[in-house]
């Protein structure tokens, strides 16, 4: 999960190591390396054995001739492959949260709840090799699979996992005055807050992710009551579009040449399946191009227009995001 | 890592800070030098007592010099509120008859204190509270006006009679957001959370070894440099012969083996290395034209031979021999648009010049190198003073195993046109985040991509980015916010066939 120093790095995949089996944009897969195991989904069986020696982002074919990539593993493919065992943070928010707190290699930051493990993954890159991230959660269950996840990651030197109710007891005092940014993913983010005041050094940073504005509205005025400074609030959402070549009839020619139009009627009525092949970029891609120079062929010479427009279904909201500096003395 | 996290945190003789007027009224970068002032309200003062204060240190104005105040905060307004006021909901419900502007006519005749009392007032040297206290008590509206209106009144004249400045660190993030509301045009009108989603999305940490085409005045080296810490490589290309310049870069206060991971490069030496590593078939990287193919085969300048091959299509081709000119045009463009950003030209660059005169900086005295860089004359050393050459020995290491992330802002060139040349120089299942302000171009390139089949995970995202005012029975959106912070078209790199 995390670059290796220059001469230790690996570019090919070797036994026991995570690879993300891509599909499609939307159907991806962690996979461990055991040779002598076999992967199938719907483009066919595949050995691992075949996989090893390959470099990472090869394409690899199953019995059947189906195809897949094999992706080397990052915090943003780990988010869209982990198994939620709880509501997780997504790109849009992680990015942000890890810029605003000014982390990088050497802080040292405190989140709570563990959840899913998806933002505390992004925090362990943004620190090591020399920070550490404590991540607590009060599910003993929630925290050993993150615990377990972490390790197969390669992250168990930077991630420090404990089961802890940080709302009620509050962050270990042989944290205090330590730590660069504490992050609060909590229902009751208020509680954990004189907590966090001791955590922090001198100017550090505290982030609380709540979806509701209730809770924000408590968060703040119990910042403010602990002489946060600084304490700002934003939401932060990423609308995602997808890319078609169409063409587009002029209405001269519709007048001018009936048996163009009728021709081109069809072509044009874009069906589902040339939105598949267009967007996913990958094995039905192949077909695109035959496609539209099918069309091209019947219609005119004159490639389609190239066009964006947002993806339809989309995150209206995650949560808000409240951000304040501890107060200086 | 002591010395470094110990700069982090504060402000010493030769940091740049950014300066942070009324809680971002005004944002204003400045080098503390012994020498060097700041125009606060309407008079000059010395930035001596600046120094050696930790970062989130808060100063007002006494007597023309800046002294150290405890940072204003917001539970003082609202503790002087709650004095002056019975419960603060008494505008929505439960108060039928609660105070409102319905008798208060703007005539003038309010503020009972004449120009030439408040002049009287500040020449006598009164603290700016002791005038805005003098105001208010000389008010006849003030008691009258809602608890809400007798805080915003009261900010508003101590805005003007009672200025205070906080000093933060000029982190990336902290630049970035100075400069879109200075200078957006700098910055390509990148927003901090598209900087931020770029950095995850091109996988930048600790050991990363960084392709950069930075057109966007530093904004993404800064950023990349910022987050790796000294660990791994930034490569910075370029593709004209005079390399733009990375003035942000600068206004981060780097150790010297922060800075000393940034390299410089151009494209043509870049892709020449490609070519001769090509040649002795240790990498067999030709997406569908072959790579050295690739180098000639676009609308980018390179240094030479850019025209040797000529080009299949026609189009391209006059786009190519048109560039020069259009270079130009969009460097006339490029300085009007900059014209307009007479505040960042002034402050940022005004207060950093004015500190440089005669001074010999403390900063990096580890280094000859940027030594002797940050002593030759700012303007002109723009281009070289950032980042080093790389020698051969690194050259044939990025391309023998190539770089793990990719991030462009270049929003003059053709995406598709550059990205073409670029992405063979990662090493594969590496990420790439190409910005633009334009959803158009990132349109064409990311079909291009899907037709070469260079990629997959291929998306265009736009970020949002919206900023909240939470206080009691007054929470809602800010009424401004930035409509865009531009697109980015990212995918990760697959391995040719």
């Known amino acids: 999960m995390l670059a290796r120093p220059v001469e230790e790095r690996r570019e090919t995949i070797q036994e026991g190591d995570v690879v993300i089996v891509y599909e499609r944009h939307d159907r991806m897969k962690a996979v461990s390396v055991r040779s002598g195991e076999e992967l199938s989904n719907r483009y066919g069986i595949f050995r691992h054995a075949d996989w090893i020696g390959n470099p990472f982002g090869c394409k690899v074919s199953g019995k059947a001739g189906g195809f897949v990539h094999l992706l080397a593993p990052t915090p943003e493919l780990w988010t869209c492959v982990l198994s939620h065992r709880t509501q997780i943070l997504y790109i849009a928010d992680i990015s942000f949260v890890i810029s605003y707190l000014e982390l990088r290699p050497g802080s040292l930051v405190a989140e709570s709840g563990t959840g899913s493990g998806s933002l505390t993954t992004s925090l362990a890159r943004s620190v090591a090799p020399t920070g550490h991230v404590y991540t607590f959660d009060f599910h003993e269950q929630r925290a050993n699979s993150a615990r377990q996840d972490f390790v197969k990651n390669g992250l168990e030197g930077i991630v420090m996992v404990d089961v802890r109710d940080v709302q009620g007891l509050g962050f270990p005092d042989t944290l205090n005055g330590k730590l660069d940014a504490v992050f609060l993913d909590l229902p009751q983010p208020w509680l954990a807050i004189p907590s966090a005041v001791k955590v922090l050094r001198c100017n550090g940073a505290l982030c609380s992710f709540s979806p509701c504005i209730e809770q924000v509205q408590r968060s703040c005025e119990a910042l403010r009551k602990h002489k946060f400074t600084d304490i700002r609030i934003f939401e932060v959402l990423m609308r995602t579009y997808e890319v078609r070549e169409e063409h587009l009839k002029p209405v001269q020619q519709e007048v001018t040449r009936q048996e163009t139009l009728e021709a081109s009627e069809d072509k044009l009525s874009s069906p589902p399946h040339k939105k598949v092949c267009l967007k996913g970029g990958t094995g039905q891609a192949s077909e695109c191009p035959d496609t539209v120079r099918t069309c091209e062929g019947l219609i005119r010479k004159k490639p389609g227009f190239r066009m964006a427009k947002p993806v339809p279904e989309t995150r209206g909201h995650t949560g808000y995001l409240t951000f304040a500096l501890a107060y200086t003395s | ?497």
């Open chain 2, 1 to 497: 890592m002591e010395e470094e996290s110990e700069l982090q945190q504060v402000a010493r003789l030769g940091s740049n800070v950014l300066v942070d007027f009324n809680n971002g009224d005004r944002l204003t970068f400045a080098r503390l030098l012994p020498s060097a002032s700041l125009k606060v309200g309407n008079s000059m003062c010395s930035l001596a007592p600046l120094i050696n204060a930790p970062y989130g240190s808060a100063f007002e104005l006494q007597r023309g010099s800046l002294v150290q105040i405890p940072p204003p905060l917001p539970a003082d307004l609202a503790e002087a509120q709650a004095a002056l006021n019975p419960p603060a909901d008494s505008m929505l419900c439960d108060e039928p008859r609660g105070r409102d502007n319905r008798s208060l006519v703007d005539d003038n005749t309010a503020q009972k204190l004449s120009a030439q009392d408040i002049d009287r007032m500040r020449t006598d040297c009164a603290s700016g509270k002791d005038i805005v206290d003098a105001l208010i008590a000389n008010s006849s509206t003030f008691h009258n006006k809602t608890a809400y209106s007798q805080e915003k009144y009261k900010k508003k004249k101590q805005k003007k009679y009672a200025p205070f400045l906080v000093i933060r660190r000029p982190s990336t993030r902290r630049i970035c957001e100075a400069y879109a509301v200075k200078c957006p045009p700098k910055i390509g009108f990148m927003r901090m959370d598209t900087v931020a989603l770029m950095l995850s999305l091109g996988n930048v940490g600790a050991h990363a070894e960084v392709l950069v085409m930075d057109m966007v005045s530093g904004l993404l080296t800064a950023a990349v440099v910022e987050r790796m810490g000294g660990f791994g490589s930034i490569c910075s290309v370029h593709c004209a012969a005079k390399p733009p310049p990375l003035d942000i870069v600068g206004l981060l206060n780097l150790t010297p083996s922060m800075a000393n991971r940034v390299f410089r490069v151009s494209i043509s030496e870049l892709t020449s290395a490609l070519a001769r590593d090509d040649a002795c078939g240790l990498l067999k990287e030709s997406p569908h034209t072959g790579s050295a193919q690739a180098t000639t085969d676009t609308g980018v300048c390179l240094d030479d031979d850019n025209n040797k091959n000529g080009s299949e299509n026609g189009t391209e081709g006059l786009n190519k021999n048109a560039k020069p000119s259009a270079d130009d045009d969009l460097n006339i463009h490029k300085e009007a648009e900059q014209a307009m950003c007479i505040d960042t030209k002034q402050t940022s660059g005004g207060d950093i010049e004015v500190a440089t005169q005669g001074e010999e900086l403390p900063v990096a005295k580890e280094d000859g190198r940027v030594e002797q860089n940050v002593s030759a004359k700012k303007r002109n050393s723009n281009a070289a003073r950032y980042g080093r050459k790389p020698d051969s020995e690194d050259l044939s290491h990025w391309v023998k195993h190539g770089f793990t992330g990719l991030l462009m802002g270049a929003p003059e060139y053709e995406p598709w046109s550059v990205t073409q040349i670029l992405l063979p120089l990662l090493s594969p299942s590496s990420p790439f985040a190409i910005y633009h302000q334009y959803l158009q171009p990132l349109a064409d390139c990311m079909h291009e991509l899907q037709v070469s089949r260079m990629a997959v995970a291929l998306e265009i995202v736009e970020p949002w980015l919206r900023e909240y005012q939470v206080l009691p029975s007054r929470t809602h959106p800010h009424m401004q916010m930035n409509a865009t912070g531009g697109y980015i078209l990212t995918g990760i790199k697959i391995a040719p066939n």
